[in-house]
C-alpha cells in the first residue's frame, strides 16, 4: 500500500464517489489506493467502504481546512457536490471554490471536477423559452456546477472537467420510473419528445473517473463527457416492458407540464430536459460513448443495467 498513490474521493458514500472508491479497491494490482471523503465517518456506507479497505476522512464542503486535510499527500481528487441535498446554486458554487482551493493547497497532481454545461450559453436569462430560475439560471444545478468550473482554472488546479449523464439509478431512488396509471398500465413520464436522453449507471461514472485517473495526465485541461447509452423515452419505455415483464408505455409530456407537477426541483428538472430535448445533437454530442467505453470496458448498457435493478425499482 505505502507505494500506491492516494486518491482523495469526495461525496465517497454517494453514487459517483463510492463508484469510484469500489471501482480503485476492485483493482487490487492497480496503481492507486482510495481515501474517501464523507461527512460522517460512522454511517453504514463508511464503515462498509472501510470494510473493503478504503481509508476513511471526515470532510465538509462547508469547512475548507477539513477538504485541506483531507487532500493532503493525495495525488488526485474527485470533486463532486450535491445540489439535491440543499437546492442552492450558491452553495454549489462555494463547494467548487473550496474543493478547488483544497487541490491547489495540496499539491494533487489531478482533480477531477464532475460538472455541466452552462445552459444560458444556449438560453440566456432573456430568452422565454424556458422560465428564469432564482433570478438567475436557467437550469440551477447545471448552470452552477458550470460557473464552479472557474474555481478550478483560475487557480491553476490541474483539472480534468467530467460531463456526466442522467443516472439510471434515478429511475429507483428520484421518483423517476413507471407509475401506474389510471387503467392500470404503467407509464415512464418525461418530457423529452422523441429526442434522445444520455443515461449511464452512476457506478460507470465513478469507473470512467477511475480510467481518467489511470490515464495520467492525458485528460488534464480537457472536458469529457460520458454517458452509457443515448436513447429516447420510447426506447427506455420499450427496455422496460422487456426488464418488466409487462407493458411500459411512454408519456410524452411538455416541459410545462413537467414543471408544474409540483415536486421540490420540479422547475428545474422540467428545464433540464427542455434543455436536453431542444439541444439534443450538442448535448449527447459532448457525451462519447466511445469516449466512456475507452475508460471503462465494463460500461453497462440500460438493458443489462435494468436486468440486475428491475426489483429495486418501486412501481406504483
Given at each position: ?6 486518491i482523495a474521493v ?54 475548507l481546512?477539513?477538504?485541506k ?49 452552462d445552459t ?7 430568452d422565454?423559452?424556458?422560465p ?92 469529457v ?9 420510447a ?21 410545462e ?10 422547475e ?35 438493458d ?9 425499482i418501486?412501481?406504483?
Amino acid at each position: 500500500m505505502a507505494d500506491k498513490k492516494i486518491i482523495a474521493v469526495v461525496g465517497a458514500t454517494g453514487a459517483q464517489g463510492g463508484g469510484l472508491v469500489r471501482a480503485i479497491l476492485n483493482d487490487k494490482s492497480g496503481p492507486f489506493t482510495a481515501r474517501a471523503l464523507t461527512r460522517d465517518v460512522h454511517s453504514d456506507k463508511a464503515r462498509a467502504l472501510a470494510a473493503q479497505g478504503a481509508e476513511i476522512v471526515a470532510a465538509d464542503l462547508d469547512d475548507l481546512e477539513s477538504l485541506k486535510r483531507a487532500f493532503a499527500g493525495a495525488h488526485g481528487a474527485y470533486c463532486v457536490t450535491f445540489f439535491w441535498a440543499h437546492f442552492s446554486p450558491e452553495k454549489e458554487i462555494a463547494g467548487a471554490r473550496a474543493m478547488a482551493q483544497a487541490a491547489k493547497h495540496a499539491g494533487v497532481h489531478h482533480a477531477i471536477w464532475s460538472t455541466f454545461e452552462d445552459t444560458r450559453k444556449w438560453v440566456p436569462l432573456n430568452d422565454n423559452r424556458m422560465p428564469t430560475l432564482m433570478g438567475k439560471y436557467k437550469v440551477p444545478h447545471f448552470d452552477a456546477k458550470a460557473e464552479g468550473n472557474s474555481a478550478f482554472t483560475e487557480l491553476g488546479a490541474p483539472t480534468t472537467f467530467l460531463l456526466t449523464s442522467f443516472y439510471w439509478e434515478n429511475f429507483i431512488y428520484f421518483g423517476m420510473g413507471p407509475r401506474k396509471g389510471p387503467d392500470g398500465t404503467l407509464a415512464l413520464t418525461l418530457p423529452m419528445g422523441d429526442a434522445k436522453l444520455p443515461g449511464m449507471a452512476a457506478e460507470d461514472i465513478g469507473r470512467c473517473a477511475y480510467g481518467l485517473f489511470k490515464r495520467g495526465s492525458e485528460f488534464i485541461g480537457r472536458t469529457v463527457g460520458i454517458a452509457g447509452e443515448h436513447l429516447t423515452g420510447a426506447q427506455m419505455a420499450a427496455s422496460f416492458t422487456r426488464a418488466l415483464g409487462q407493458e411500459v408505455r411512454y408519456n410524452s409530456v411538455t416541459p410545462e407540464a413537467y414543471r408544474s407537477f409540483g415536486f421540490p426541483g420540479a422547475e428545474d428538472l422540467g428545464n433540464m430536459f427542455q434543455f436536453k430535448r431542444d439541444f439534443e445533437k450538442e448535448y449527447c454530442g459532448a457525451r462519447n460513448l466511445d469516449v466512456a467505453r475507452a475508460l471503462n470496458p465494463a460500461l453497462q448498457t440500460f438493458d443489462r443495467w435494468l436486468a440486475q435493478n428491475k426489483s429495486r425499482i418501486p412501481l406504483e
